[in-house]
Antibody, heavy 121, light 108 residues
Framework: QVQLVQSGAEVKMPGASVKVSCKASAYSYTVYHVHWMRQAPGQGLEWVGRINPRTGGGSPAQKFQGRVTMTSDTSINTVYLELTGLRSDDTAVYYC??????????????WGQGTLVTVSS | EIVLTQSPATLSVSPGERATLSCRASQSVSNNLAWYHQKPGQAPRLLIYAASTRAAGVPARFSGSGSGTEFTLTISSLQSEDSAVYYCQQYNNWPPYNFGQGTKLEIK
């Protein structure tokens, strides 16, 4: 059973950084790009970026460029999302997700459970 | 950047009836559109991709149609467990892979 397991909730001060992990299991880790989405409280979904786990190459959405770094550790089948310069409007649940049924297109059929990042002073 | 507009914002339908949800794109996305639903406290679940292909394990009462800029998700014979927020997502022009703002479906 394909699984994506994310790290636990985080509380950060404004200006700090956060690093969220997403550990993959039960599939070939390097086959599928991993995408990150976020969802602010009571709001819709926002695509943050994607990473190729095999090469480590990441493509963040333009609004996050310069603040988002995505990395991959193939030895432990885990990808990471790091967000710097945190602001209150970064408070959200962050999800990792992959597309297995149609891997050539970003239709996300497997999701992590989500990680709540709260930015508050 | 493509903007997806979903309507209505909220829809209330009785069990056993049909629900029709719309998603309009600000420019053509061909058939590169997916639908998800999300229940409180859960991650989204993929229902439809390529505008009309049901994802694995999705009940046949869910169907998608449309192409270009106008798309529809139809849920026939609604069941109580269909109560959720429904999102469309385009993946024709990227980045980013935009989502619509959602339609909240309530079962009366």
């Amino acid at each position: 059973q394909v699984q994506l397991v994310q790290s636990g909730a985080e509380v950060k001060m404004p200006g700090a950084s956060v690093k969220v992990s997403c550990k993959a299991s039960a599939y070939s880790y390097t086959v599928y790009h991993v995408h990150w989405m976020r969802q602010a409280p009571g709001q819709g979904l926002e695509w943050v970026g994607r990473i190729n786990p095999r090469t480590g190459g990441g493509s963040p959405a333009q609004k996050f460029q310069g603040r988002v770094t995505m990395t991959s550790d193939t030895s432990i089948n885990t990808v990471y999302l790091e967000l710097t310069g945190l602001r209150s409007d970064d408070t959200a649940v962050y999800y990792c997700a992959i597309s297995v049924e149609a891997p050539a297109t970003p239709n996300f059929d497997f999701w992590g459970q989500g990680t709540l990042v709260t930015v508050s002073s | 950047e493509i903007v997806l507009t979903q309507s209505p914002a909220t829809l209330s339908v009785s069990p056993g009836e049909r629900a029709t949800l719309s998603c309009r794109a600000s420019q053509s996305v061909s058939n590169n559109l997916a639908w998800y639903h999300q229940k409180p406290g859960q991650a989204p679940r993929l229902l439809i991709y390529a505008a009309s292909t049901r994802a694995a394990g999705v009940p046949a009462r869910f169907s998608g149609s449309g192409s270009g800029t106008e798309f529809t998700l139809t849920i026939s014979s609604l069941q109580s467990e269909d109560s959720a927020v429904y999102y469309c997502q385009q993946y024709n022009n990227w980045p980013p892979y935009n989502f619509g703002q959602g339609t909240k479906l309530e079962i009366k």
